[in-house]
């Protein structure tokens, strides 16, 4: 078997986890086959080349619309495409990430269209739209349930299969960097999805963006540490709060790395989705009437 292509089951031989290149980090992510389902392209192209000679693959299911995600999608041609409604029209229609990530006529926006380009990526026909507590059974033996998490993106999904209980959790995905920052996040969607990741009966866990976790125990421990870099986040921006009388604006707490600790080389990008994500943060403060409006900004009530 190749080196990128790990089986996850003693018990259950067609589900394997596939290695992104480069560990997986952006603009490379993971991938999970079961039978002849792949879900998520963004393992790289080379990679998707080697792992269609070794499966037919016949079915590919989309976690969400981030390029990452979704950028071997113009390497199938006679697959079905399969992704929750909410995020078939960006996957359908690329151009569109422009606005959603909130980039139109910004560098990071010029930097989006040339990764596209770069990765030549292309708009796909979704054949089938997939929904929440949907099951797919595929074989004889697996049986995959689709997990409407959003918060991520408005369509994002997580998948659980029930029987080997290996769950694939997409941008749930517990790295340092939770991500709510294209128009369509939420983050109280977010935070209500990773609790019901925290419900399930799981055994194995895979996300986008790191290893496999094994163990129930574990595997819960990750998404405790992952809810509290939420919280975290929430206590800097208050920081901010109690260190003024002023009237705050997200756009206030730009470039103070309060999401992201460290600016890396997309660092034009990260300072807007920075500001979205630390709008949410207001959004929710406001609604639990932590701070309240003043001016045109936000004060502590
Ligand atoms: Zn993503």
Same mark, same amino acid.
């Given at each position: 078997? +190749?080196?990128?292509?790990?089986?996850?089951?003693?018990?259950?031989?067609? %589900?394997?986890? %596939?290695?992104?290149?480069?560990? #997986?980090?952006?603009?490379?992510?993971?991938?999970?086959?079961?039978?002849?389902?792949?879900?998520?392209?963004?393992?790289?192209?080379?990679?998707? %080349?080697?792992?269609?000679?070794?499966?037919?693959? &016949?079915?590919?299911?989309?976690?969400?619309?981030?390029?990452?995600?979704?950028?071997?999608?113009?390497?199938?041609?006679?697959?079905?495409?399969?992704?929750?409604?909410?995020? &078939?029209?960006?996957? =359908?229609?690329? =151009?569109?990430?422009?606005?959603?990530?909130?980039? =139109?006529?910004?560098?990071?926006?010029? +930097?989006?269209?040339?990764?596209?380009?770069?990765?030549?990526?292309?708009?796909?026909?979704?054949?089938?739209?997939?929904?929440?507590?949907?099951?797919?059974?595929?074989?004889?033996?697996?049986?995959?349930?689709?997990?409407? $998490?959003?918060?991520?993106? #408005?369509?994002?999904?997580?998948?659980?299969?029930?029987?080997?209980?290996? #769950?694939?959790?997409?941008?749930?995905?517990?790295? &340092?960097?939770?991500?709510?920052?294209?128009?369509?996040?939420?983050?109280?969607?977010? *935070? &209500?999805?990773?609790? /019901?990741? !925290? !419900?399930?009966?799981?055994?194995? #866990?895979?996300?986008?963006?790191? +290893?496999?976790?094994?163990?129930? @125990?574990?595997?819960?421990?990750?998404?405790?540490?992952? @809810?509290?870099?939420?919280?975290? /986040? *929430?206590?800097?921006?208050? $920081?901010?709060?109690? =260190? $003024?009388?002023?009237?705050?604006?997200?756009?206030?707490?730009?470039?103070?790395?309060?999401?992201?600790?460290?600016?890396?080389?997309? @660092?034009?990008?990260?300072?807007?989705?920075?500001?979205?994500?630390?709008?949410?943060?207001?959004?929710?403060?406001?609604?639990? +009437?932590?701070?309240? $409006?003043?001016?045109?900004?936000?004060?502590?009530?």
């Amino acid at each position: 078997m +190749e080196d990128f292509v790990k089986p996850l089951s003693e018990e259950f031989k067609n %589900i394997f986890f %596939i290695k992104g290149a480069n560990k #997986a980090r952006y603009p490379y992510s993971h991938s999970i086959l079961l039978g002849d389902y792949l879900i998520d392209t963004g393992i790289s192209h080379r990679l998707l %080349i080697r792992l269609k000679k070794l499966f037919p693959i &016949k079915n590919i299911i989309l976690s969400h619309w981030h390029e990452d995600h979704i950028s071997g999608n113009s390497l199938f041609k006679d697959v079905k495409f399969y992704c929750h409604l909410q995020d &078939k029209p960006v996957i =359908e229609d690329i =151009e569109k990430m422009v606005p959603y990530y909130n980039v =139109e006529n910004t560098i990071a926006g010029d +930097e989006l269209k040339s990764f596209l380009k770069t990765f030549l990526m292309r708009d796909i026909k979704v054949d089938y739209t997939i929904e929440d507590n949907q099951t797919i059974d595929i074989g004889e033996h697996l049986k995959l349930k689709i997990l409407h $998490t959003p918060g991520h993106t #408005a369509g994002h999904c997580a998948f659980y299969e029930q029987n080997s209980k290996i #769950a694939f959790f997409g941008d749930i995905d517990l790295t &340092k960097y939770p991500y709510y920052g294209n128009i369509d996040a939420s983050l109280t969607e977010f *935070e &209500k999805s990773i609790e /019901r990741l !925290n !419900n399930l009966d799981i055994e194995t #866990a895979i996300t986008g963006h790191r +290893e496999v976790i094994n163990g129930e @125990k574990r595997i819960k421990e990750e998404l405790e540490k992952y @809810k509290s870099i939420l919280l975290e /986040r *929430e206590e800097r921006i208050l $920081t901010y709060f109690s =260190e $003024t009388k002023n009237p705050i604006r997200p756009t206030d707490l730009k470039n103070k790395n309060i999401i992201y600790r460290k600016y890396t080389a997309f @660092k034009d990008f990260e300072l807007i989705a920075e500001v979205l994500m630390i709008e949410k943060h207001f959004d929710k403060f406001h609604r639990n +009437e932590l701070i309240i $409006t003043k001016g045109n900004g936000y004060i502590l009530n």
